[in-house]
T-cell receptor, first 113, second 113 residues
């Protein structure tokens, strides 16, 4: 069974540009989560989807970030326009239900120059 | 709010040395506690967990005991191997928000042969 996959593994963009990160959860997992680790600090929760609905988006830092999960399968996280402080590693996770183990992807390293 | 504090790294040990990585938490109610590990080039993996006071989580020779009186969940291993080199994250989920994982800042562990 394939795990959680994320694309790209690494993205380097200039300040002001747009980047879209993609996450493919484990098949059959209705719950999908986004987290990020900035500047080697703690990993912080961004948001939680149940199927295509946003269950909790309390961790989204500002309106430059837009997450979608059309059709309840893969998810995208768009940053527009990117700022220097957005640099970090963005992790995606999925789970069968919200109280079961979350399985993480390898992360996307975003560098904004 | 809920938070996790873990010892800062990097930590460098010789093979077969004893390992302790300290972790303390702040949470209302009765959180579940976790240690996650990220090996080079891979995603986060759940290493072990404990869901109530005095529970001991264990896996791959690592152990951690849920100590409510000291609000701690220290990670220990009696004899580390080079293959244990990774970044270790202490984490919790609060009962009121079980889907949101709250992480510590991570501790990078390097084991020299």
């Amino acid at each position: 069974e394939a795990g959680v996959t994320q694309f790209p593994s690494h993205s380097v963009i200039e300040k002001g540009q747009t980047v879209t990160l993609r996450c493919d959860p484990i098949s059959g997992h209705d719950n999908l989560y986004w987290y990020r680790r900035v500047m080697g600090k703690e990993i912080k929760f961004l948001l939680h989807f149940v199927k295509e609905s946003k269950q909790d988006e309390s961790g989204m830092p500002n309106n430059r970030f837009l997450a979608e999960r059309t059709g309840g399968t893969y998810s995208t996280l768009k940053v527009q326009p990117a700022e220097l402080e957005d640099s970090g590693v963005y992790f995606c996770a999925s789970s069968q239900d919200s109280r079961r183990e979350q399985y993480f992807g390898p992360g996307t390293r975003l560098t904004v120059t | 709010g809920d938070s996790v504090t873990q010892m800062e790294g990097p930590v460098t040990l010789s093979e077969e040395a004893f390992l302790t990585i300290n972790c303390t938490y702040t949470a209302t109610g009765y959180p579940s506690l976790f240690w996650y590990v990220q090996y080079p080039g891979e995603g986060l993996q759940l290493l072990l967990k404990a869901t109530k006071a005095d529970d001991k989580g264990s896996n791959k020779g690592f152990e951690a005991t849920y100590r409510k009186e000291t609000t701690s969940f220290h990670l220990e291993k009696g004899s580390v191997q080079v293959s244990d080199s990774a970044v270790y994250f202490c984490a919790l989920t609060a009962y009121s928000s079980a889907s949101k994982i709250i992480f510590g800042s991570g501790t990078r562990l390097s084991i020299r042969p």
